[in-house]
């Protein structure tokens, strides 16, 4: 199955910016939509943005709308995840995910995504100090 490793997280001060990467290993990457999801302690994992996989298609979450860019270079096997103006509620640990199923855009309704989407990364770290 594919996996998935991400990186570009870190500590940034509110205002600040950061760039997510997630790269795949996989041979059929074109196939996969890509998306982004984020768990702050205490809380539910949340769905920030997902892109599709060859339609470049994107859904965000409300609150990031403006602020968070996702994209993917399908050559490099990889989707990106541009924030700026981070705030200190955007503190939470960053997943990647795929799937050549679920659209994207049905994503955000996904009940249980990490049943139901393929493959995961290890999360990466976003700390947003105020």
């Known amino acids: 199955q594919v996996q998935l490793v991400e990186s570009g997280g870190g500590l940034v001060q509110a205002g600040g910016s950061l760039r997510l990467s997630c790269t795949a290993s996989?041979?059929?990457?074109?196939?996969?939509?890509m998306g982004w999801f984020r768990q702050a302690p205490g809380k539910e994992l949340e769905f920030v943005a997902a892109i599709s996989g060859t339609a470049g298609r994107t859904i965000y979450v409300h609150s990031s709308e403006g602020r968070f860019t996702i994209s993917r270079d399908n050559a490099a096997n990889t989707v990106y995840l541009e924030m700026i103006n981070l705030k200190p509620d955007d503190t939470a640990v960053y997943y990647c995910?795929?799937?050549?199923?679920?659209?994207?855009?049905?994503?955000?309704?996904?009940?249980?995504?990490?049943?139901?989407?393929?493959?995961w990364g290890q999360g990466t770290v976003v700390t947003v100090s105020s």
């Open positions: 995910a795929a799937d050549t199923i679920i659209q994207p855009i049905n994503w955000p309704g996904t009940t249980n995504p990490r049943l139901s989407l393929e493959a």
């Open positions: 996989s041979s059929t990457f074109n196939n996969y939509g």
